[in-house]
């Protein structure tokens, strides 16, 4: 299996080259890809997509970065994964809650995989509207913050299965990410893996830091 794992684009930040900067990123894929035969299986994008989660830098980003990707050959039929960062969560639509501001009884079913955990969630999933929109219309693989926390993907021809999960949800955009993030969706993760038959490896798709799966 063949892949490429992207982060951290911060599309939209309001200083530096970025459009040259992507214009070398594609360029570099491209000469990468001169001597390999086989095509790419996947790609994989761990968050930060755009800076402040707005429509119009995940539109720069399909123009500038997503659509020369894909005019790759090599990169013709590769299926594109994709969690949020903390960059992607729009601060306008929402105000940012605090884990200490649920209560117990919300925080123990927060990242539960069930009604009452999407019913607890729902008022938060506003914040990823615009990178769900932009999920959908490149048909990205990535966990639907409005229904999950994570998703678990299996494919025949892959050596492991994938698990996509959103760690930003308490997250804004001036969140440190390199920092264990607080709290850490341990019961969505628990609940996917314990549903496994496969007996493959797993690879977890996460923006934050590994210390937030550690536990």
Not at 69 to 75: A, H, N
Request: hydrophobic content about 40%; overall charge negative.
């Amino acid at each position: 299996m063949e892949w490429f794992h992207f982060s951290d684009f911060h599309i939209g930040k309001p200083k530096g080259p970025q459009e040259t900067a992507m214009a070398s990123l594609i360029e570099a894929v491209r000469l990468a890809c001169q001597d390999v035969s086989e095509k790419v299986d996947a790609v994989f994008i761990t968050g930060d997509i755009a800076y402040s989660g707005r429509p119009e830098e995940y539109k720069r980003f399909c123009k500038e970065f997503l659509l020369p990707l894909k005019s790759i050959s090599t990169f013709t039929n590769a299926t594109i994964y994709a969690v949020p960062g903390n960059h992607d969560v729009d601060c306008d639509a929402s105000i940012p809650i605090a884990w200490e501001s649920i209560g117990l009884r919300n925080q123990q079913i927060f990242f539960c995989e069930d009604e009452d955990g999407n019913k607890i969630r729902r008022a938060r999933s506003a914040v990823f509207d615009a990178y769900l929109e932009f999920v959908k219309d490149n048909v990205i693989i990535s966990p639907n913050p409005a229904k999950e926390v994570t998703l678990l993907k299996s494919e025949m021809s892959y050596p492991f299965d994938i698990l996509a999960t959103n760690t930003a949800f308490f997250s804004d955009k001036e969140t440190d990410s390199s920092k264990e993030s607080i709290p850490s969706p341990i019961d969505s993760l628990r609940h996917i893996l314990s549903k496994r038959t496969e007996k493959k490896p797993v690879v977890i798709l996460a923006h934050h830091s590994l210390t937030c799966i550690h536990k």
